[in-house]
Each structure stands twice: as C-alpha cells, then as structure tokens.
C-alpha cells in the first residue's frame, strides 16, 4: 500500500457559464464539484496504475465532509484527521465563448498544533505497513515549514521510500531531510537553486542538470536507503521535453513524443504516481522514467486533472526516448 499525504486537499468547485458577466449575476449551466488537490490526482493514478493507496490529510467543516463523501468513488482508503477550520475549496469559472479558465485557489484553513500532531500520530501508524509514502501539495496555514522533513524522517525509520512533490521552503527543508526522490518542474527547481534556470528564456539543460545535481548532492547527505538504490535521485518534469533525472544511480533523460494537447495540471502528479509506483514494483531507472513520462503526457491529454486514457498511455510508453546512463562507481556522474 502506498501512503498519499495531502495536508491541503480541496473541493473543487467549477461553474461553467456562456460568458461571465465580471460585474454582473451569472447563472452557470453546469456545476461540477469533485474531491481535488494534487494528492488526490497522484491517488487516482496510482489507483488506475492497479495500485493500493492510503490517503493520509486533514479535513473540516461542510468542505471536509464533502470531500470525504468524493473519495468513496476513488477506489483510495482514507484516514483524514478532523480539523476544526474548513478545507478550502479551489473555485473554477468556465467560461465558453471566451474559451478561458479562472482559478481561484483559497489558501486553506489555520491549524492547530494539537490537530497536526493528531495527524502525524495517524500517519506513523499508516506507514508502518506501507510499502512507499509520497508527499505532495501545499501545506495548510499553521503547518510548519519543516513539515514534509518531519514525515520523510519518520518514513525513513520505518524503511520506506519517499517522494516528495512540493515547492518553496517545503521543498528546501524536505530535501535536506534526505527523501528518496524530489520531483520539482522547472520553476520550482529555479526556486530551490536560487537562479534562472533558462538561456533567452528557453530551459538551459546543462544548468538544470548542475541544479538537479546539487540539489540531490545536499539531500543525500542526508542519506536514506530507498529503492533502486540509495541517495536522493531529483527528477525535474520540464512539460511537454519530458523528465531529467539526476541521482547516485546516474542520469538519464525520457522524451516524450512531442506536446500533446489538453489539460497539463496534474501532468506532474500523475509522473509522481508512475515514479512511486515504479519504485514499489521495482522497475530501474530507464524504465521507471519512460513509465512516468508516459503517464505525464497522457495525463495532459486528458482534460480532467488525475485521470488517463489508458490508450494514450500504452501508445506513448513505446515512444518516450530514454537516453543516459548508470552512474561510474563512486557516485552521481
Ligand atoms: N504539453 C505536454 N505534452 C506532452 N507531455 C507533457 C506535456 N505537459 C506535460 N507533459 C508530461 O508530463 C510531465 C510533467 O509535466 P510538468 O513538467 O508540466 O509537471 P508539473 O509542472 O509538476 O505539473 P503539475 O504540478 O500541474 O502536476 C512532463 O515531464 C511530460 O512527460
Ligand atoms: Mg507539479
């Protein structure tokens, strides 16, 4: 079983409307509400990939109660410890005749101390019969920072390997506490290396691996035995050029096929679900790369975040280029 943290979940809420009227009253046509959060994207692909899943968060409030009622057709067990704030919501207008989105993403209840320490008591007895734990999202107001370093430490005594998924300090601190795979996109990679990462605006590979290298080289020092392998491997989602991989074990490069058109949020989540599966199942690294890329470009095929056509993906998984290779003795070439 694969234990999915998500601190922050959402109920997604989407009005589509013929034109919204900024000024106006507008009477949507359609109202979808739906379980969300990039836990619960990595959950249904983990789902579909076949695999068990935990999802370990915090709920409260009608939202919480609502969310919970929307895992059930998720095919995920789920242990959400209450909260007295309310889970956010992320609200969506659709609008048709201009064909554009509007997000607009709350920042999530405050809470307590007493109320992370309940959760944390949860997740150490989730993880002691798990097999892989993945951390991703945002962390709700009141959560500290050191977070995410917190539970890859607990998963790491208990032998589990981690991947974490998050951005901003979250991410610094979670890697310094040394989990088996950090999966940043390119922004947030920039954010943790303090620098542009791009050459005239395009991504500047050579300075993306040195990043991804540095980045793995201070999370290993750390050191957590994880599978394949040991070290912390970073693979850096870069859209529709696929997945750059850098970590004790080598480095390898997977290309999808070309751009894909549809919907490319939660692309990075379902990668996050195909690396953690992978690492359950114990694929190597060429392949654990061509399966998440795979599942990266159908999921931005698709156009609902966290779902797949399979077709997409057994069609792209025999196109994905892997090229690389293992690293020489001693270390991350
Ligand atoms: N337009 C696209 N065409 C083809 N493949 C894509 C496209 N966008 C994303 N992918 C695939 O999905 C993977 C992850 O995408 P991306 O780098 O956008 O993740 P992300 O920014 O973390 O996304 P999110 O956080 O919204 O889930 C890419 O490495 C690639 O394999
Ligand atoms: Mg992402």
């Known amino acids: 079983m694969i234990v999915v943290v998500t601190l ?3 109920l997604d809420v989407t009005h589509f409307v013929d034109r919204a009227d900024w000024s106006g009253v507008n009477r949507p046509h359609e109202v979808q509400v739906r379980a ?3 836990g619960l994207n990595v959950a ?3 789902r579909a990939l076949g695999q068990p899943v935990l999802l ?3 709920a409260g409030g009608c939202a919480g109660q609502a969310l919970a009622a929307g895992l059930a057709g998720t095919g995920a067990d789920a242990q959400l410890t209450s909260i007295a704030g309310e889970t956010r919501r992320t609200f969506v207008v659709a609008d048709r005749a201009r064909g554009q989105t509007a997000l607009f993403n709350e920042p999530g209840p405050c809470v307590s101390p007493a109320e992370y320490r309940d959760f944390t008591a949860v997740y150490a007895r989730a993880v002691s019969g798990a097999a892989a734990v993945v951390l991703t999202g945002s962390l709700p107001p009141g959560v500290p920072d050191d977070a995410y370093a917190g539970l890859i430490t607990i998963a790491a005594e208990a032998g589990l390997p981690v991947i974490l998924d998050a951005s901003g300090p979250p991410l610094r601190l979670g890697a310094a506490a040394g989990p088996t795979l950090i999966k940043p996109n390119l922004a947030e ?3 943790a290396a303090g620098r542009e990462l791009r050459a ?3 991504p500047d590979r050579a300075a993306i691996e040195q990043a991804a290298r540095d ?4 999370a290993g020092q750390a050191g957590q035995a994880g599978r394949p392998g040991s070290g912390t491997t970073v693979v850096v989602s870069l859209g529709a050029a696929g997945l750059l991989a850098v970590g004790p074990d080598g480095g390898w490069h ?4 070309g751009p894909v058109a549809g919907n490319p949020t939660g692309a990075g989540d379902a990668v996050v679900a195909g690396l953690a599966d992978s690492l359950v199942r114990g694929r190597d690294w060429p392949a654990a790369l061509r399966h998440a890329a795979a599942l990266g470009s159908a999921a931005a095929a698709a156009p609902v975040a966290g779902e797949f056509a399979p077709a997409d993906y057994e069609r792209l998984v025999t196109m994905v280029e892997v090229a690389g290779s293992p690293a020489r003795p001693g270390g991350v070439r």
């Open 189 to 191: 990679l920039e954010a």
């Open 215 to 218: 980045l793995s080289a201070a």
């Open 36 to 38: 969300g959060g990039k």
């Open 8 to 10: 922050n979940p959402a």
């Open 56 to 58: 370990a968060g915090l």
């Open 200 to 202: 005239g605006g395009e």
């Open 254 to 257: 997977a290309r999808p096929p």
């Open 44 to 46: 249904r692909t983990l």
